[in-house]
């Protein structure tokens, strides 16, 4: 069974200032790994995703995640935060066996300071 | 619709009685899943369905809680002699058989437990 363990619960930063999210998963098969956003009362909606090939992946929006499987992170990182990267994020990880199951982990409240 | 649809937005019932959650899937997406989300706190899977597979039902925290999908449509989530510990947003959400594991939210039912 898979698992996420996000490190921070509440990650507060100045607005133009870099931030790093931390993921780390826990699984014994290959694995799909995603980030998922939720702006304030907004549902949930996806952010971005590893599959396979590339270990880096971006986002529309400024944001990039890097697969490292030695380390199994999944960290959401972006250079230059603005006000409406306010949110709560989530990591979630599923299996390559064909079960789309997502495992979501607890989340971290991302809050920008101007 | 364009998206996922759930109803009530809010409920507010008193403990031991029972409560239905509906889910409206986005039209041609196969799969279906529950999840709860308490206060502070990250998603917890509940169910999911796949087409016309068996469900996977490991994430129900009890047998008072049992959800139905009527074919590849709407699914009621039922939850009987509502506890105060049921207290939550009761998320639904859906996708394609091969969406790479992009999921669809809807934005949630909140149950109050009085």
């Known amino acids: 069974a898979q698992s996420v363990t996000q490190l921070d619960s509440q990650v507060p930063v100045f607005e133009e200032a870099p931030v790093e999210l931390r993921c780390n998963y826990s699984?014994?098969?290959?694995?799909?790994l995603f980030w998922y956003v939720q702006y304030p009362n907004q549902g949930l909606q996806l952010l971005l995703k590893?599959?396979?090939?590339?270990?880096l992946v971006e986002s529309i929006n400024g944001f990039e995640a890097e697969f490292n499987k030695s380390q199994t992170s999944f960290h959401l990182r972006k250079p230059s935060v603005h006000i409406s990267d306010t949110a709560e994020y989530f990591c979630?990880?599923?299996?390559?066996?064909?079960?789309?199951?997502?495992?979501f982990g607890q989340g971290t409240r991302l809050t920008i300071n101007p | 619709g364009a998206g996922v649809s759930q109803s009530p937005s809010n409920k507010v019932t008193e403990k031991g009685k029972d409560v239905e959650l509906r889910c409206d899937p986005i039209?041609?997406?196969?799969?279906l899943y529950w999840y709860r989300q308490r206060l502070g706190q990250g998603l917890e899977f509940l169910i999911y369905?796949?087409?016309?597979?068996?469900?996977?039902k490991s994430g129900l925290p009890s047998d008072r809680f049992s959800a139905e999908r009527t074919g590849e449509s709407v699914s009621t989530l039922t939850i009987q002699r509502t506890q105060q510990e049921d207290s939550a947003v009761y998320l639904c959400?859906?996708?394609?058989?091969?969406?790479?594991?992009?999921?669809?939210f809807g934005e949630g039912s909140r149950l109050t437990v009085l």
């Open positions: 699984s014994s098969v290959s694995v799909y």
């Open positions: 369905f796949q087409g016309n597979s068996a469900p996977d």
């Open positions: 959400a859906s996708s394609r058989r091969h969406g790479g594991g992009e999921l669809f």
């Open positions: 039209s041609g997406h196969t799969a």
């Open positions: 979630a990880v599923s299996d390559l066996q064909g079960a789309q199951k997502l495992v």
């Open positions: 590893y599959l396979s090939g590339s270990t």
